[in-house]
């Protein structure tokens, strides 16, 4: 994902002289060609990220357009208060880029885990959530937050993950993506746990159930229109997402179902749990503990269904 924002970000520079990137001290290597061709539009901010937040607000008031980038626990917990009053609070077109966001630093302990930075930014009036599930979709991401008004949390896997596209798909902010039909239960993914949706669908698949796959990359704003459709349609409703269960996706769409009222599904949210990793290990090894595999999640599912894919009583 790093490697495909970095390439779309250079592509943007060229296309419009606004575009400024901010780095946290980070990336260095990967902006070389962006660094080579617009030296003049490039800051390397140091370990100072609070600080690279209010002179992106600044260089936005100026007209140009930012975009501050940097590991995304430090993206967003460690600049909270800078990106809700400097940049929120004066609906500025910022865009905020965390890379590895999730358990992709899960190897370098608990200040690199970034499970919480959906749910603390996504109650900021004016933000816009966004977390693309591929390298296909970060591209498209870049463009379509680049052409918002206000400002954007654009939220990014590191490197290696699966694509969940094989084609360039239709892409618009607020709006999610169908990657699978289905009719027994729907599973709602975001970031790099759609390709982990695919997975567990095909499991479900071999188990007799019918998944149908939803790439729901924008957090703010949800798809009403999606979630009124697949609520309707399916019994149970999966939420996947390397995020806390608290006021991420699951959380939204939890929020989403009760302000409706009577609502036919029921909700089902895999994520962190409210506890912290203390132990070492990669992100795979973090997915095991917290029961983000494929295989955990779909034996979760067929445990919530009949044999006809229907709820247990």
Not at 21 to 45: A, Q, W
Not at 63 to 75: D, E, H, N, Q
Not at 252 to 281: C, I, N, Q
Request: net charge neutral; proline share 4%; hydrophobic share 45%.
């Amino acid at each position: 994902m790093r490697n495909a924002f970095a390439a779309e970000i250079t592509a943007l520079a060229a296309e419009d002289p606004r575009v400024v990137l901010l780095s946290g001290d980070i990336g260095n290597r990967l902006f070389d060609t962006f660094k080579e061709r617009y030296p003049d539009r490039f800051f390397n901010c140091g370990v100072a990220e609070a600080n690279m937040v209010s002179v992106a607000a600044g260089l936005a008031l100026c007209g140009l357009r930012p975009v501050t980038y940097t590991i995304a626990s430090f993206m967003t917990t460690r600049c909270f208060e800078q990106i809700r009053v400097d940049v929120c609070y004066h609906h500025l077109p910022v865009v905020i880029v965390g890379v590895g966001a999730g358990l992709a630093y899960a190897a370098n302990g608990g200040t690199h885990h970034a499970c919480e930075d959906i749910a603390i930014l996504r109650v900021l009036p004016e933000m816009t959530v966004v977390c693309p599930a591929d390298a296909e979709e970060v591209r498209l991401a870049v463009r379509a937050a680049m052409a918002c008004r206000g400002p954007v949390y654009l939220r990014l896997g590191k490197k290696g993950e699966r694509p969940v596209h094989a084609a360039p798909p239709a892409f618009r902010l607020g709006e999610g993506i169908v990657l699978r039909r289905g009719t027994d239960v729907c599973l709602l993914g975001t970031g790099n746990m759609v390709a982990v949706a695919q997975e567990v669908a095909d499991r479900l698949a071999a188990a007799g159930r019918s998944a149908e796959v939803v790439s729901l990359h924008t957090v703010k704003p949800l798809d009403d229109a999606l979630l009124t459709r697949i609520c309707a349609d399916f019994p149970l409703v999966a939420t996947l997402e390397e995020h806390s269960v608290l006021g991420g996706l699951g959380g939204s769409v939890a929020e989403w179902m009760a302000d409706r009222g009577r609502v036919r599904a029921k909700l089902l949210r895999f994520g962190t749990p409210d506890r912290y990793l203390h132990e070492a290990g990669d992100q795979e090894y973090a997915r095991e503990v917290f029961g983000l595999t494929a295989e955990k999640i779909a034996a979760r599912i067929l445990a919530e269904t009949s044999p006809e894919g229907r709820r247990t009583t």
